[in-house]
């Protein structure tokens, strides 16, 4: 982080500037976004079981149609 009146560079965990002695402003800690859950789980994980049922009832339903052996 640089020093807002003389511009040295200071580590992120120093709170005074070691040219200066002038305040560091504190750095702004990001926030850690938590993912969207669906009874305990994330809802991606619901669309990937989902469309996974999906495609093993699409696959028995109409494999055999498709196959011509369905009737």
Same mark, same amino acid.
């Given at each position: ?26 750095? %702004?800690?990001?926030? #850690? ?8 789980? =994330? !809802? ?5 079981? %989902?469309?996974?049922? #999906? ?8 494999? =055999? !149609? ?6």
């Amino acid at each position: 982080m640089d020093c807002p009146k003389c511009g040295q560079w200071n580590p992120d965990d120093k709170r005074v500037c070691w040219r200066c002695d002038a305040e560091l402003p504190r750095p %702004v800690e990001k926030k #850690v976004k938590k993912p969207t859950l669906f009874l305990g789980m =994330p !809802v991606w994980s619901w669309v990937l079981i %989902v469309l996974m049922v #999906v495609i093993l009832f699409a696959g028995q339903c109409l494999g =055999p !149609v498709l196959l011509n052996r369905g009737g």
